[in-house]
């Protein structure tokens, strides 16, 4: 089973500013990664897979990078609907597994 | 547009087996390439994948959770139903389903349902 962890547990950013969220693969998986975001008491949603291609309309503010083992989520300039909590997850092997999340909360 | 929505009880009691059904509309999953997923998120914690069923009935799960593990499909219904047996309160949490991509990816997610275990 891959082991995702992810970095930090909470991140505090004020409004506008860039936001870089880490997601680290216990083996290699090439670029199998998605990101996701959870707002309070609604379901997850898709915004990146392939480890970079943004889901249909994320704003581009929104960029992935990364491969093999180290990836990241960056939030160039957050706005008050990003403010929520991060998983990433990755489909390179089963069972599928996810990272255990970060919070970006306000600072 | 595509749409899941979960249905189930809301409290089990310890050792008995949780059905979950997963109603959904905007595909079918008699489609070539149509998968739908499960996944559930404890309270407070992170998101945990528990199984896949394709359109030809193909089926993965959980590799510990397997042998607690059934996915059906029944594509007249238009519904994926979910059952896990010797329910403990460890498995309290949110229960999603989702179509799946091709890559494995959940897009779009049901709005949950809460499966609390308790006697």
């Known amino acids: 089973e891959i082991v995702m962890t992810q970095s930090p547990a909470t991140l505090s950013v004020s409004p506008g500013e860039r936001a870089t969220l880490s997601c680290r693969a216990s083996?290699?998986?090439?670029?199998?990664l998605a990101w996701y975001q959870q707002k309070p008491g609604q379901a997850p949603r898709l915004l990146i897979y392939?480890?970079?291609t943004r889901a249909t309309g994320l704003p581009a503010r929104f960029s992935g990078g990364g491969s093999g083992t180290d990836f990241t989520l960056t939030i160039s300039s957050l706005q008050s609907e990003d403010f929520a909590v991060y998983y990433c997850q990755q489909f390179y092997s089963w069972p599928l597994t996810f990272g255990g999340g970060t919070k970006v909360e306000i600072k | 547009q595509v749409t899941l929505k979960e249905s189930g009880p809301a409290l089990v009691k310890p050792t008995q087996t949780l059905t979950l059904t997963c109603s959904f509309s905007g595909f079918s999953l008699s489609t070539r390439g149509i998968r739908v997923s499960w996944i559930r998120q404890p309270p407070g914690k992170a998101l945990q994948w528990l199984a896949r069923i394709d359109w030809n009935d193909d089926k993965f799960y959980f590799t510990s959770l397997k042998p607690r593990l059934s996915v059906s499909k029944d594509t007249s219904k238009n519904q994926v139903v979910l059952t896990m047996t010797n329910m403990d309160p460890v498995d309290t949490g949110t229960y999603y389903c989702a179509q799946t991509s091709g890559d494995n990816c959940f897009d779009p997610w049901g709005p949950g349902t809460l499966v609390t275990v308790s006697s």
């Open positions: 083996q290699s998986i090439n670029t199998n």
């Open positions: 392939g480890a970079f």
